[in-house]
């Protein structure tokens, strides 16, 4: 099993729909989860973090996590073609451990 | 304020030839985190230094090795180059150890061929 997965996509929605990217993570002594998002040709960047079950919003975007499922999505509402990116889910073990990501889901928004 | 400073930020090697990636981090940051990136396995964590300490470490063969310095810039090196060591490596860094927020900051990447 991966450490952690993601839905593997592509995902496409149209502009102003909800997308809704999913992960799951499998060391259950996690504390700290974070989207990334990575457009073409560049590199990673922080969107969201949450560390307590339950949502978290900011601005477009909520995080969502579900520790007893080990679960992790990031919602984005009223999508715009500028979210089109890769979506990566970050995992941050016990005790300081290493930061894992998934495989990133691709997500398109079109107009 | 200056970004995470990747170097060579292209490179062109043979099979069994050895490199090394330089990384300077953001200033005041002392945690360097390297990654590998393909389109097969996506990012994949190779180590972690904080305080010129290796903290966290992937699976990765012996052949990949890394150290920090003491004003925080990281190289990374990777001996008897395979085809499979292809592959964009991205360092970033963090304030503290693993950044505890998990806010990494990445640079841009060093694009590594191997022939």
């Known amino acids: 099993q991966k450490e952690v997965e993601q839905n593997s996509g592509p995902l496409s929605v149209p502009e102003g729909a909800i997308a809704s990217l999913n992960c799951t993570y499998s060391d259950r002594g996690s504390q700290s989860f974070f989207w990334y998002r990575q457009y073409s040709g560049k590199s990673p960047e922080l969107i969201m973090s949450?560390?307590?079950?339950g949502d978290k919003e900011d601005g477009r975007f909520t995080a969502q996590l579900n520790k007893a499922s080990q679960y992790v999505s990031l919602l984005i509402r009223d999508s715009q073609p500028s979210d089109s990116a890769t979506y990566l889910c970050a995992v941050r073990g016990t005790s300081y451990g290493k930061l894992t990501f998934g495989q990133g889901t691709i997500l398109t928004v079109h107009p | 304020k200056a970004g995470v400073t990747q170097t060579p930020r292209y490179l062109i090697k043979t099979r069994g030839q050895q490199v090394t990636l330089s990384c300077s981090p953001i200033?005041?940051?002392?945690?360097v985190s390297w990654y590998q990136q393909t389109p097969g396995q996506g990012l994949q964590f190779l180590f972690e230094?904080?305080?010129?300490?290796?903290?966290n470490k992937g699976n990765f063969p012996g052949r990949f090795s890394g150290r920090q310095f003491s004003n925080s810039r990281s190289e990374m090196n990777v001996s008897t180059l395979e085809l499979g060591d292809s592959a964009l490596y991205l360092c970033?860094?963090?304030?503290?150890?693993?950044?505890?927020?998990?806010?990494?900051?990445f640079g841009e990447g060093s694009r590594l061929t191997v022939l």
């Open positions: 949450i560390y307590s079950n």
């Open positions: 230094y904080f305080s010129e300490t290796q903290r």
């Open positions: 970033a860094s963090s304030l503290g150890l693993a950044g505890g927020t998990g806010e990494l900051f």
């Open positions: 200033s005041g940051h002392r945690s």
